[in-house]
């Protein structure tokens, strides 16, 4: 089977031309698309271990994170030769070594080929991979900057599974960036904690590396991530506020909640972002008892500080959110419903998509308006999709909503704005050492008032801190209030007994030459 596969690789003559099974199902946009891949480390982590587990002896060479890089871009509307689906398959064998020589890669290509589409036919290999793209290699870039689109890819996936959609956004104004779904130091990734987190990383990653990219408009960024790449991007915008919206394309937010709940930081307060869910056919309650799939816990309802947008796409298993399966995959992959079936809804999920994108990166008002309507009034076929919305309750309850509203009213009634907070969320409260952090810029800037507010606020929530009652002490004695300062550090040194300065600041402020 290897050697008619590489056959196929190596050659557009060697088999009979068959009808493509995959026709995008939406025109482009009114950008050309330009592609490039792009292979880089992070050095911050180590991927290859330090013993090599074949040889048993220390591993020579580079052992930082590769994180090959597929990027898709805006061009300029210089004529340039398309890729063909065949170049993206080509990027697998690269993830990991980037100096595979082209034997090797068609050897590589050829295996997991095999292993992932053992009934894959030769012919339907050929028309596929011989099937013109939009995107034209290393093309020049247009001019202008453009919002980002971070693609995570499902479990052990590689960045190009879905290239129909990443030339599409392309070609309507992103730049979409996207790396292989790998594991803490191996290829293949653990459906964990720790693989989600990896995962996550190099979204963050990649949202770094964004800002290299003159083109890039790195103020507007979202993630979109499939299966397990659709709950990984919600670890990394829960703990990286570049991101500012999320799409999960059938995301395993939903499938994995134990994972989401070990993730203690992905509360909903730390992810007040747009969210697009788009999820395949629901099982019934049936089903779900007797495979023990009745989650226990969902993110997605907790999340009322964020715009979200549940999609449920009736003719798509989970399969179908994938183009490379839509492409490349067994009929049986899309349950009850025709390759066709699948497809047109798989146009119908890039129109949500690019209008959520629209509506949340460029502030368009036809793509809400497109959010916003009823899927008949958006001409969706009858029984296709369903939506449900649910807008956010205002804003979190975080310290970052504390001081925009602090400063909205010109670093005043800091108490009252922190009570009407509570009112919404009676556990809010925010650390001390970041209240305490806070102020200090105030103090540096001789606003003594408003750093007292702040300080006075710390002395409610946190009583028994002697740091709090120091810092309320340094704020009055700073704004030239003796009395209260004198109260406060007594109050010290009711905590710390033997604080020399406190006890100094009590005796210059009693001492004659005070005001």
Not at 60 to 83: C, D, N
Not at 432 to 441: D, F, T
Not at 481 to 494: C, F, H, P, S, T
Request: hydrophobic fraction near 45%; charge should be neutral.
């Amino acid at each position: 089977m290897i050697k008619i596969l590489l056959s196929v690789l190596l050659s557009a003559t060697t088999v009979a031309a068959a009808a493509s099974n995959f026709q995008p199902p939406n025109p482009p946009g009114t950008h050309g698309v330009g592609f490039r891949v792009v292979q880089q480390f992070d050095t911050a982590r180590v991927f290859r271990q330090k013993t090599d587990l074949i040889s048993g002896v220390d591993a020579a060479g580079e052992r930082a994170r590769p994180v090959q890089t597929l990027i898709w871009y805006p061009r300029s509307q210089a004529a340039g030769k398309p890729l063909r689906y065949g170049d993206y398959l080509r990027t697998l064998a690269t993830e990991t070594d980037f100096a595979r020589r082209t034997a090797d890669i068609d050897r590589v290509l050829a295996r997991a080929l095999e292993e992932n589409y053992p009934g894959l036919k030769a012919d339907h290999l050929h028309a596929e991979t011989a099937q013109a793209m939009l995107a034209v290699r290393d093309a020049a870039a247009a001019p202008g900057k453009f919002p980002v689109v971070i693609y995570a890819p499902g479990s052990s996936s590689s960045a190009y599974e879905n290239a129909d959609l990443c030339e599409y956004l392309a070609s309507h104004g992103y730049i979409v960036l996207a790396s292989p779904s790998m594991g803490v130091n191996t290829r293949s990734i653990n459906l964990d904690l720790e693989g989600a987190e990896a995962q996550a990383a190099d979204i963050s990653f990649l949202a770094g590396y964004a800002a290299s990219l003159p083109q890039a408009d790195t103020s507007r960024i979202a993630v979109a991530g499939y299966s397990f790449g659709g709950l990984a991007n919600v670890l990394a915008a829960a703990r990286d506020d570049r991101i500012g919206a999320l799409v999960a394309l059938d995301g395993s937010v939903r499938s994995f909640p134990a994972i989401v709940q070990a993730a203690n930081y992905a509360t909903p307060e730390r992810l007040a972002v747009p969210v697009l869910y788009l999820g395949g056919k629901p099982l019934n309650a049936e089903t779900m008892n007797r495979y023990k799939q009745i989650p226990t816990y969902s993110l997605l309802n907790e999340m009322k500080y964020a715009d979200v947008y549940n999609v449920t796409m009736y003719t798509m298993e989970h399969a179908a959110f994938q183009s490379e399966s839509l492409r490349l995959g067994p009929e049986h992959r899309f349950g009850e419903y025709t390759r066709n079936e699948a497809t047109l809804a798989y146009g119908w999920m890039e129109r949500y998509v690019l209008a959520f994108l629209d509506a949340y990166l460029k502030k368009d008002a036809k793509g809400l308006a497109f959010m916003s309507a009823t899927p008949k009034a958006n001409g969706v076929p009858n029984h296709l999709l369903a939506i449900d919305v649910h807008h956010a309750e205002g804003a979190p309850p975080t310290l970052t909503s504390l001081a925009t509203e602090f400063a909205k009213r010109k670093h005043t009634a800091l108490d009252a704005i922190y009570r009407d907070m509570q009112k919404r969320a009676p556990a809010f409260k925010p650390a001390e050492r970041a209240l305490i952090s806070w102020g200090e810029p105030f103090l540096e800037q001789k606003r003594y008032a408003s750093a007292i507010e702040i300080y006075q606020l710390v002395n409610v929530l946190y009583p028994d801190s002697p740091r709090a009652a120091y810092y309320l002490a340094m704020a009055y004695d700073k704004n030239r209030d003796n009395a209260r300062a004198i109260e406060q550090y007594q109050r010290v040194l009711g905590f710390w007994p033997d604080m020399a300065d406190a006890k100094l600041s009590i005796a210059r402020l009693r001492g004659p030459a005070a005001n």
